[in-house]
């Protein structure tokens, strides 16, 4: 059920206690790809996640903004502090938690957000009356997920196939042509760049080309049926804390 | 220029200084009318008055959530405290402001959020980078403005003229008689009622029967004209600081 | 009974739930009449409602300084960031609720409190163990309240019945002379100017020649009465919880 | 000059930059001294202080409430959480410092305020735009200052002095039968008790009947001397930050 | 050079901008090995780290609290919200910086910490006046690293190896016996246990058998000179910031 | 029981509620001392105390920043705000608490501490789930405090005593003669010096000659005596709550 057009007294008649919370963010992904890439992604997902799995699940409005100031330096990037992100995650799991849909899946499409999503999910669940997990998209897609870059294959094909409209076709050539081969720059496992403009020119990582919308139906599908599976796994889940030792 | 659809290179060869976000709320409105209504209506007027405006504006991603605890007593409403909604706001505006956005236009669909968007918009504009005013549009539609509810003939009009798939036309009935005559409990000029379940029993103030699309179609064009207004005056403002006496 | 003249061992003779917080602002108020303006208007209509009122009530002392950054290019003034003065107000309560004086009305002498007492008063009567709401007492004198401004005919009044030594009798003609004619730059319900220096040269919004102290005398009976009437609903008012729906 | 009672005209006109804040408390003095007793006193040594000192100085309103957590358990006492406390008084003093009463003296009147005005002052001289530092009247009184208790001999005489009505004759009796001998419950150099309610039965500590009206004139000289001493070494010190080794 | 057995003219003398901080925690690691050995270990590292490379390094004192609540079911664990444990490592960097010491190695010898540490490296480098990435011990092994527990093989054998009194032979067998085969529990790529006490009985992760101290010499090896690297690396890089596209 | 050295079986196994928290600085302590003279010192006090006490005691690892902004003119002194330092306490009590050593004293090596432990231990006690003060073991080493300087007389003793390497004696010369001789500048009993080097040249107060071995000796074993009598009265003290008024 999509929250946000359903009016309070369907939402009333629900019986789950399972909901889903979509996160992206509103940042550069290349000359081709649109700087809502990350949200509506997780919004596709999200949707066929749901859709996916046998039982009622609670779809709340997807939060459009993410901790992306690593991209500041790319016109029209917006980005939120990662206190308040958390804060956001936070307060939206516990409105949803009062009304009893208190084991929640946050579907994230944005690699900046994981840290800040695992931290505010553990707290959720340490501390609030809630359980909470968030699930990145592109940690489920199998092979392809090696392959995951920034604007690169797989975002490139994930909105082609849902927002055929929104991938320039007419810039990847040159996308694909300014893009940086990996995301950071690497000394004895730490990243040596905190911005992503150290690294990439064009803001793209990876190969954009290798983007089709028949490779994103096929990402689409397994990142559902993913979801699908954790959500199965979160309502059967024994969420009681454990015991001292 | 919706920002999530455009790439960073298309917004780096923008030349303006206005943008505009618009803010709801995912909150209860009757038996008859989606929980998504502030933000959908804030959305919709947005687009409206930008596409009225002469000249380009940024329209960033639509914030769904607001200062909406009030109706906590309602199912699948969902809230932020204003503590965390200012900070949004204001993150969301600096920003904006720090890629040369930086004469910014809330776009508000829900009272609750009045007080908190007055405070960050006068925070912002004194200590940031940034100059921010908020523009709520049921407050812009001429005389019909005395006749704003909740889930009342406003919202219902709006709602029905711009997402009418989303309007239960069989529970307009019900919605109206179940419905308070005015907001809040008053004495000496003080709402004594905190939250909206002291006051309606089914979450709506007003007549929704009153809101057809057709007024709704008037309400949307007044609200638009009036912010294309206000997004003129604010292009034309000095907003350098004033001088201390 | 004046809580700061009163000793521990009368507090706890008391046998009522019911408090007064008078707040204010220090914050300049025209050539003419002084800074304390808003604290003494509050603290005198606070001692006239609560002595209009019959029963028992704690008064607690006077904040002086409130959220009137907007004044702050005029001499003199001082105030309080919006989040601190909501701390004050919630800690002031709680700490009287404490005691049991757990009904509390907030009686407020400055616009730019308003907010953030709304706020402040919501916050604590929905997370703290007490009921509050604020009362401001220029919306509350009948008529006359259409025209307040600032340090205008109405506050003149005031301060000339209750403090009649601080109005300064030479300036007034100038006060006049130098205000503005209304609050504010207003475009489509928005007002572009956060600061006051903005509109007007001398800090003054409306006529103070038109504030006799006379009128001054009626403007706090009407206050009076009306702060009496809060006074008794809060007193009677059922304030446990509403059902969820 | 008093501020409160100033026109931000006159304020204008001053050619100083020396304030004084006074801060106290509202919280209980045993069954025979008024709950304001810290900040009437306060109040009273800061206007001495400022009479007695050669030259103009700003006199701010005086703050009510302090950090007086450690009486909560007597009806009346009110207080603010240390950090609200050190916001306020940071806040205040960059209100007056943008005015250019930047070099500020905070006179308080309650030892549980001590420590956090230490740090309050340290944070604004190192990181704000002003300088700031604390008198407590109490420990500038010679020799009476050994005799400092709680409600005892000196605050009972000053309010004799300043405010002869609120000093209940009929219980000072009650009130040192019932009295502590000292603050606190000591071992090695530790206070044990951090509430007052531990270790004193009516909230006194000392001997009221040692505190004459007389003897509450000659520490209100004393105080104020030192203070305008203060004042007098705050006007005419280099406030330039140290170099660094 | 070690910080706090220095004095502050032999820091002066100093001519580098390089400092390490080593971070730890103070948390279970099962029956065999001591609380402390994640900041031992993050010390030893640090130490034979800033000894391997070519350059004078200002060394920090260790701080030996972290983020560590997920073990808090096992008596003796404790922790910072992370939350503090940011600031702490921010306001570490940041006098480390005031000196000239503004290129900053967080060296981390704890999983929980990592992403604290990353985000709280970037906001320092983005918004402060210095540098900092963090470096994680157990990363930077070789091939080891793949066999990570939690007292298991890697950490016991550090341990052996610089502090063998610490390690309890006696209980190893023990250990292992108890131990769990991964860290977490895993659907789609998402770990739904938020506390260690969900997955392992003992608090152990892997073999701690196999943790011999020869074995603890080689990671030492491997570990410092890849600090060692890092340090080279930090020394050289430009760290001006990019430029806006 | 050292914590860090335990394992968590071994605490587990444990019978008492008494916890030791040392808390110190790094910080400047002239030529001749190291900058982690306090945490030092703090350790090493609360080593001996712990010993000489008649009973089990957990010793958590030393924490070794404090609040020491005031030394940042002199190279290498780091610091904490004291809002960190504070929540890092509350946090380290908080989590010893859980486990049931929720009584807790925080030996203090450093004077600029005291007052953020002072506080911190009022709302550990008043508002956590644990009882909490602070001891500073230079208060209690009988007529020697009344020489407590800066790198003086005692901290040299003890350094001199405890670790006889960490003192330089060729500097002990200079490091006296470049000593102030009392701490500040004072009028009316306030400090006007919010910095240490706008009273010391080279950050010593007092004369370090004085400071021999076996005086520091003697200091260790007065303040361990101390330490263990506070242990003692800790152990036997009924922490519930007084009773209101």
Redo the contacts between chains.
């Keep these: 059920m999509h ?7 369907e ?2 008649d ?1 019986e789950t206690d399972l909901a889903v919370v979509p996160v992206g963010s ?1 940042e ?9 890439t990350d ?2 992604a997780a919004e596709a997902v999200a949707e066929a996640g749901v859709e996916a799995f046998d039982g009622d699940v ?1 779809l ?6 993410g901790v992306a ?2 991209h ?13 992100f958390r ?2 995650v936070r ?2 799991v516990a ?2 938690a ?3 849909f208190d084991r929640v899946v946050l579907v994230n499409g944005h690699g900046g957000n994981v ?2 999503l ?2 505010a ?3 959720i ?2 501390h609030d009356d809630a359980y909470a ?4 998209w592109f ?2 897609v199998g092979d392809h997920a090696s392959e995951m870059g920034h604007g690169g294959p797989l975002e490139t094909a994930l909105v082609r196939h849902c927002h055929p409209d ?1 991938v ?1 076709e007419a ?1 990847l050539e040159e996308a694909r042509e300014g893009a940086a081969e990996r995301w950071g720059e690497w ?6 760049a ?2 992503s ?2 690294f990439t020119a ?2 793209v990582v990876g190969d954009p080309t290798a983007g089709s919308a028949a490779r994103g139906a096929e990402l689409l599908e397994l990142a559902a049926a ?2 699908a ?2 959500l199965e ?2 309502s059967e ?1 024994d969420v009681s ?5």
């Design positions: 929250l946000a057009r359903a009016t309070w007294t939402v009333a629900l509103t550069q992904h290349g000359p081709h790809a649109p700087l809502g949200f509506l609670v709340a409005p997807t939060i459009p903004l100031e690593e500041r330096h790319f016109p029209g990037t917006m980005w939120l502090s990662p206190d308040t804060a956001v307060e939206s409105s949803l009062s009304h009893g840290d800040a695992r931290e999910s553990g707290t669940t340490r997990v968030s699930f990145t940690e489920n929104l320039r810039r000394v004895s496992h730490t990243n040596l905190h911005d403009a150290a064009n803001g993913a979801l599976r954790l796994a979160v889940r804390r454990p015991d001292r030792r």
